[in-house]
């Protein structure tokens, strides 16, 4: 027996034939919770930013790839990420839970993302160097903890400090990020605390959220004086 960490409901967590094999297990989130998120069916989902594409126009989708990232293929971001993943949809439900575990400080809500975090890690990114996109040291004497170590432990492996975020940005500018982006003023700067561990590998960036991916472009700008092999993100959910 178990209690939700959403509802607080107790629950018997479903013991079975797949579960014995560690698979399909949601442990954390009762079956009722559970169901509210929308998974990303991987077959259905934009090639490089993960996004579903049953939820976008179709005059916008070419090639399993949506128009944003075709966007920003055309620009000279091109090629930075190879790949991001995003376990859910963004719906009304995430946007709670993720409410409460990033703003209200309910850290313990992320252990019910665990089973799905393992099994896309296993899935798409297994050996690849684990960095959290940091937050600046303002941010994190504010909120107390940053939210993507939180979601990086979860997948069991040494995390690695590649990236620093010396910039401050103030969230309600986003003309701000926009400027800044053209002026190639990235927020990151790589660790080279950590140069070693990177140079040459595969990296797997870990952030709750996709929304533009202007965040994980300019991670993945900042680690590249590593040459690593390839950056990829997993990501809670995927924005609008
Ligand atoms: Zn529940
Ligand atoms: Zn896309």
Aim: glycine share 6%; proline share 3%.
């Amino acid at each position: 027996m178990g209690y939700c960490l959403w509802c607080h409901q107790a629950f018997q967590p479903k013991i079975g034939f797949r579960s014995f094999f560690s698979i399909d297990i949601h442990t954390g989130f009762c079956s009722i919770c559970y169901k509210q998120l929308q998974p990303i069916d991987e077959r259905e989902c934009c090639r490089i930013c993960g996004r579903h594409l049953k939820l976008i126009d179709a005059k916008y989708i070419k090639d399993d790839v949506c128009r944003d990232c075709r966007l920003w293929e055309n620009s000279e971001w091109r090629g930075l990420l190879c790949k991001n993943r995003s376990l859910y949809v963004y719906n009304d439900f995430l946007k709670e839970v993720v409410k409460a575990f990033k703003f209200q400080g309910d850290v313990a809500l992320v252990h019910g993302f665990k089973t799905d975090v393992c099994r896309f890690y296993k899935k798409h990114f297994r050996n690849a160097v684990v960095v959290p996109v940091p937050l600046s040291f303002e941010r994190l004497a504010e909120r107390g903890f940053n939210q993507s170590e939180h979601i990086a432990a979860l997948i069991e492996k040494p995390v690695c400090h590649g990236l620093i975020r010396a910039i401050h940005e103030n969230k309600q500018s986003k003309k701000g990020r926009k400027e800044r982006m053209a002026h190639r003023e990235n927020p990151f700067k790589a660790n080279q605390k950590f140069k070693e561990r990177l140079e040459g590998q595969s990296v797997l960036l870990i952030d709750d959220i996709y929304t533009t991916g202007a965040t994980i472009r300019m991670a993945a700008e900042a680690l590249r004086i590593f040459k690593p092999k390839e950056v990829n993100a997993l990501t809670l959910a995927r924005g609008a």
